[in-house]
T-cell receptor, first 113, second 116 residues
Framework: DTGVSQDPRHKITKRGQNVTFRCDPI?????LYWYRQTLGQGPEFLTY????????KSRLLSDRFSAERPKGSFSTLEIQRTEQGDSAMYLC???????????FGQGTRLTVV | AQTVTQSQPEMSVQEAETVTLSCTYD???????LFWYKQPPSRQMILVIR??????QNATENRFSVNFQKAAKSFSLKISDSQLGDAAMYFC?????????????FGKGTKLSVKP
């Protein structure tokens, strides 16, 4: 396992369409995080999981966003009825414990046209 | 709520020289972690250095060191002997200690350019 993997790397979608992103964390890591990064900004926290339980959601995560982590392994982030404001880089990170270093994936860049 | 502020949108340094990136934060907590992350263009974010707030000694990792001033809520990063590969966005980040909160709070970043 070479690190956190995200798929796809790039996604272009039309406004109103649904999109789903996948994140595969480092295999033994039980914590998984999703962040959103817009141009010129630092990453902003969206949500995180400990194993399969979603423990916290940011208010940035509107009802059009849903995240899952079935069986505590990979995670998916779905955005329904995409809007132009959803265009951003979506980053996934994982860590072994809350006090340990979080490792980031390369991100999925979403462009809504 | 905790906040992280990086007041330098861009910095430039000559190769082999030293540069310091600034970061201030606001929190009412006494125990927390502070981090500097590096994000090269089109590449993933990697951890440069981390500091536990309960440790008085400043963290050091090879050419990277921090100046942690807890009372002033300041956490600057010093890069010595700058190399071309140091060119990247640098983000300062904060995280509460323990509990159920594990998310990082990031500043807006500083873009570092290294001149040959």
């Amino acid at each position: 396992d070479t690190g956190v993997s995200q798929d796809p790397r790039h996604k272009i979608t039309k406004r109103g369409q649904n999109v789903t992103f996948r994140c595969d964390p480092i295999s033994e890591h039980n914590r998984l995080y999703w962040y959103r990064q817009t141009l010129g900004q630092g990453p902003e926290f969206l949500t995180y999981f400990q194993n399969e339980a979603q423990l916290e959601k940011s208010r940035l995560l509107s009802d059009r966003f849903s995240a899952e982590r079935p069986k505590g392994s990979f995670s998916t982030l779905e955005i329904q009825r995409t809007e132009q404001g959803d265009s951003a880089m979506y980053l996934c990170a994982s860590s072994l414990e809350v006090e340990r270093e979080a490792f980031f994936g390369q991100g999925t860049r979403l462009t809504v046209v | 709520a905790q906040t992280v502020t990086q007041s330098q949108p861009e910095m430039s340094v000559q190769e082999a020289e030293t540069v310091t990136l600034s970061c201030t934060y606001d929190t009412s907590e006494s125990d927390y972690y502070l981090f500097w992350y590096k994000q090269p263009p089109s590449r993933q974010m990697i951890l440069v250095i981390r500091q536990e707030a309960y440790k008085q000694q400043n963290a050091t990792e090879n050419r990277f060191s921090v100046n942690f001033q807890k009372a002033a809520k300041s956490f600057s990063l010093k890069i010595s002997d700058s190399q071309l590969g140091d060119a990247a966005m640098y983000f300062c980040a904060y995280r509460n200690y323990g509990g159920s909160q594990g998310n990082l709070i990031f500043g807006k970043g500083t873009k570092l350019s290294v001149k040959p």
